[in-house]
């Protein structure tokens, strides 16, 4: 053969095949079809996978079907909560562990102290924690950090508006709810200003006069006074800030969610801030401009960034002084390898201007390794929520539409054990997976109507999905190590195989996820995994089968290997998984899934057919490269045999 294997590297051979299609411009001037006939005849049959047969240009690898249930369970049993994990990808030297893990630091959620927490908070809160659970599953330490928005002069105009509105009595009540409308309150006032000295600036006028008085002098007063530290003025400071990290710590963990460090601006070091300021001005990057010190990035390499204030004319710090010293801070503390913070895209020119920044200064380096995620936004929350803001308050509507749901049928709804319990985790699931369902940057309807339906592709559909498996182990009353031991090999129905096909996927979309993070990778192959799944439960049944104990066993293996895949990735995504004992929670969700989606049996063609093309990713290399030696080296058969 001209164009055989034995001339030809064997990493480049392997590279070829990877997607399993062979390279027009690898192979000019010859006929490409028959050169895969050629090479298909070549490759060595082993018991792990079918003959190939080419089709055209493409040569299919299919794991043998009695070879891949053997190959597919015992290891996703072995593995169980790190089926799909990778802790190799997280070395900082993959030959030599000793060197150590690989550290990100992933900031997220970040709301503002007593202001709002609106729907970018929201979706940074979700979508950062998916990237955390991410990055940790691939072997990094991961360190998540709350960046506080604790600091400025948003707080100096809360503090005024607390001596004109505030109420301790109020505010031993509700206290975040009061602060809020404190600072609903006092930003009314403050809106007639803010627009004289819009209106002065668009006019070409200096606003000098008018933020000299009324609530403008009043708040930077009070700013002013925090920055000089003064004790009156950073005990209210602190009072606020206290109770509001408290209250949300026990609202994030209503999302299963917990945070390695409750940051904020306030925490940077004045000595930090000033280290920023005498390396700007020492690079010439430094400029006064009427009072107030500022960074042309035009004259940097940066157009688009324009001027960028970094010192009021007051002398108060701004936030990019403020997180420019922060970064400094985190590379001596942390010592980091990588920094994503998770933030709406109306934060890109932002981002780019704190980076932008670490590089003029003379970190290149550093500059490097931090990261900007951008998210669209989740359009109508405002409307649909009314005058609600807290993020308590979003995750309490949501619950509440989900509770409702659940009372619609009362003989159902009286079987449920705890139902607030259970439709609080299902509404927050219900939330997370719809905004989770497309592209991070798109923005989305947020439509609490559309999120607590179980039609279509929803949260509540993948709980009603892993409760229903759960419920199925539960009644076949096997224990894990039973189920560990079974035959595989008597799973041969074409459901069964093309179940595990999609079982065997999982760890190359956690790969692919680690290098996209999109969410929605992973939330598409659930809403596979589970269609699939539920289509077969008629053709492969556990309980009620005439085929005899040890089929039931080996079915038994499947669905809690599925179970396990699906846990896994409902996991990562931030969800919590509802299981079965809790009596009556089956029925219920039950009752709420469309008959289409609760499975009848589908005849092999009409699946996916493109299931079959996918394989084990470490196995399907590991074999190609040994069939590739063998064609060298046919005294390798009896190793791939046995």
């Known amino acids: 053969m001209a164009y055989g294997t034995a001339a030809v590297a064997l990493k480049l051979a392997i590279t070829t095949l990877n997607w399993c299609w062979l390279l027009r411009l690898c192979l000019k001037g010859v006929n490409i079809d028959q050169v895969a006939v050629d090479l298909s005849n070549k490759l060595c049959a082993i018991s792990l996978i079918s003959s190939p047969i080419p089709k055209g240009v493409f040569i299919p690898i299919f794991f043998n079907e009695t070879s891949l249930p053997r190959l597919i369970l015992p290891y996703i049993f072995d593995r169980r909560q790190l089926y799909g994990h990778d802790k190799l990808a997280g070395l900082k030297n993959p030959k030599n562990e000793a060197a150590g893990r690989k550290k990100v630091i992933v900031e997220f959620s970040s709301p503002n102290i007593a202001k709002e927490f609106h729907a970018g908070h929201l979706r940074s809160t979700i979508i950062g924690a998916y990237i955390s659970n991410l990055y940790k599953s691939m072997g990094w330490d991961v360190l998540k950090i709350n960046y506080l ?15 004109k509105f505030g109420s301790e009595e109020l505010f031993q009540k509700e206290s975040l709810k009061h602060l809020l409308d404190v600072y609903v309150k006092i930003n009314a006032l403050f809106k007639s200003e ?7 600036r668009d006019n070409g006028q200096d606003t000098l006069e008018i ?11 009070f700013f002013k006074r925090m920055e000089d530290r003064d004790p009156e003025a950073l005990s209210l400071w602190k009072r606020f800030r206290d109770i509001s990290i408290e209250r949300y710590i026990s609202t994030y963990a209503r999302l299963n ?26 690079r010439g990057v430094y400029e006064e401009n009427e009072g107030s010190w500022v960074i042309n990035f035009e004259k940097h390499g940066a157009r688009k960034l324009g001027t960028a204030v970094v010192r009021n004319r007051g002398r108060t710090t701004t936030y990019l002084l403020r997180d420019v010293a922060a970064v400094l801070e985190r590379v001596e503390k942390y010592e980091f390898d990588k920094m994503i913070y998770v933030v709406s895209a109306e934060q890109d020119s932002y981002f780019q201007r704190v980076f932008k920044t670490v590089e003029i200064m003379g970190y290149p380096d550093i500059a490097a390794k931090l ?37 619609s049928n009362e003989a159902k709804y009286a079987q449920v054990a705890d139902p607030e ?19 991070r940057i798109n923005n989305y309807p947020f439509d609490i109507t ?11 559909y993948l709980q009603y999905s892993h409760a229903r498996l759960c419920s199925i182990m539960r009644k076949a009353n096997l224990a894990a190590d039973q189920v560990a031991k079974a035959d595989f090999s008597l799973l041969k129905e074409p459901h069964a195989i093309d179940i595990l096909r999609l079982m065997a996927q999982y760890p190359d979309m956690t790969t692919q996820a680690f290098k996209t993070l999109e969410p929605t990778t992973i939330l598409t192959y659930l809403f596979r995994l589970t269609h699939q799944v539920s289509s077969a439960y008629d053709v492969i049944k556990v309980l009620g089968t005439d085929e005899g104990p040890e ?3 080996a079915r038994s293996a499947l669905h809690e290997g599925a179970r396990q895949v699906l846990e896994n990735a409902m996991r990562l995504l931030g969800f919590t998984p509802v299981a079965s004992p809790k009596a009556g929670v089956v029925e219920y969700l039950r009752k709420f899934t469309p008959l289409q989606q609760l499975g009848t049996s589908r005849s092999t063609t009409q699946n996916d057919q493109r299931l079959k093309v996918h394989s084990f990713r470490l196995y399907k290399r590991f074999i190609l490269a040994l069939m590739f030696l063998h064609i060298q080296r046919p005294a390798l058969t009896n190793v791939l045999e046995d």
């Open 149 to 163: 928005g604790d600091w400025g002069k948003q707080f100096g105009l809360l503090a005024v508006g607390w001596q």
């Open 194 to 200: 803010q627009e004289a000295s819009k209106s002065a």
């Open 211 to 221: 933020e000299n008085r009324g609530l403008y002098a009043e708040r930077n007063a």
């Open 257 to 282: 969610i917990t945070f390695d460090e409750y940051s904020g601006e306030s925490t940077v070091r004045p000595e930090t801030i000033e280290k920023v300021e005498n390396m700007l001005k020492d």
């Open 371 to 407: 990261v900007h995620i951008n998210l669209g936004k989740a359009q109508g929350m405002s409307s649909r929520l009314g005058t609600v803001k807290l993020l308590s308050d979003i995750l309490d509507e949501c619950g509440s539409a989900m509770h409702e749901v659940m009372r």
């Open 421 to 439: 319990a259970v439709a609080d985790v299902v509404g927050i699931t219900a939330i997370m997976a719809q905004d989770m369902s497309g592209k």
């Open 450 to 460: 559309r999120m607590t339906s179980f039609e279509g592709d929803t949260g509540p």
């Open 551 to 553: 089929v039931m066993l």
